[in-house]
Antibody, heavy 123, light 110 residues
Framework: QVQLQQWGAGLLKPSETLSLTCAVY????????WNWIRQPPGKGLEWIGEINHSGSTNYNPSLKSRVTISVDTSKSQFSLELSSVTAADTAVYYC?????????????????WGQGTTVTVSS | QSALTQPASVSGSPGQSITISCTGT?????????VSWYQQHPGKAPKLIIYEGSKRPSGVSNRFSASKSGNTASLTISGLQAEDEADYYC??????????FGGGTKLTVL
């Protein structure tokens, strides 16, 4: 049973860089895209971006200038960095897995999620 | 990239059926059969309940069904139960290899 375990700093000051990591346990790292999604307090989900095992990335255009997603296949981990944070970046951040292709035996959607990490930006 | 449009809230009584709509554009839901739906209980991570428009993952109740017409996808929950009370989000693949979520719908079971 694949599990995603995420961690990172929970309190940041404006202009700092958010950094989160998500580790994959109990499943293959290749053949999937690894996503970051966030949810501001009381609001909806927002897709941030994704990376595959080869390091190819796709980002939300509204965040692209500040986002970097990277992968460490040797550790089955992927990471999110979001620069120049403001209070508007306060949210619960989730990592999630989706198959790279629709012919995967797994549902072609974000079927496995991490537990979420609360990040607060405050001076 | 604008969020897909969902009603803010819907409600129904136990045993009834409800439908949640999710309206996108020709750049996302209207062009791809890759709409998924997620259920989120308070303080929990979202759970996938529908993928590729109408498919249910293993273990998801057949009380959940979904369809799409044009730019609008719909999730129907039949035989409402108290445990169905949650927030529901649609999500679609969009152009330029991105994904977009809906604003979410709060389901209240009366």
């Amino acid at each position: 049973q694949v599990q995603l375990q995420q961690w990172g700093a929970g309190l940041l000051k404006p202009s700092e860089t958010l950094s989160l990591t998500c580790a994959v346990y109990g499943g293959s790292f290749s053949g999937y895209c690894w996503n970051w999604i966030r949810q501001p307090p009381g609001k909806g989900l927002e897709w941030i971006g994704e990376i595959n095992h080869s390091g190819s990335t796709n980002y939300n255009p509204s965040l692209k200038s500040r986002v970097t997603i990277s992968v460490d296949t040797s550790k089955s981990q992927f990471s999110l960095e979001l620069s120049s944070v403001t209070a508007a970046d306060t949210a619960v951040y989730y990592c999630a897995r989706r198959p790279s292709t629709s012919w995967s035996p797994d549902p072609f959607a974000m079927g496995v999620w991490g537990q979420g990490t609360t990040v607060t930006v405050s001076s | 990239q604008s969020a897909l449009t969902q009603p803010a809230s819907v409600s129904g009584s136990p045993g009834q059926s409800i439908t949640i709509s999710c309206t996108g554009t020709s750049s996302d839901a209207g062009s791809y059969n890759l709409v998924s739906w997620y259920q989120q209980h308070p303080g929990k991570a979202p759970k996938l309940i529908i993928y590729e428009g109408s498919k249910r993952p293993s273990g998801v109740s057949n009380r959940f069904s979904a369809s799409k017409s044009g730019n609008t996808a719909s999730l129907t929950i039949s035989g409402l139960q108290a445990e169905d009370e949650a927030d529901y989000y649609c999500c679609s693949y969009a152009t330029s290899r991105t994904w977009v979520f809906g604003g979410g719908t709060k389901l209240t079971v009366l």
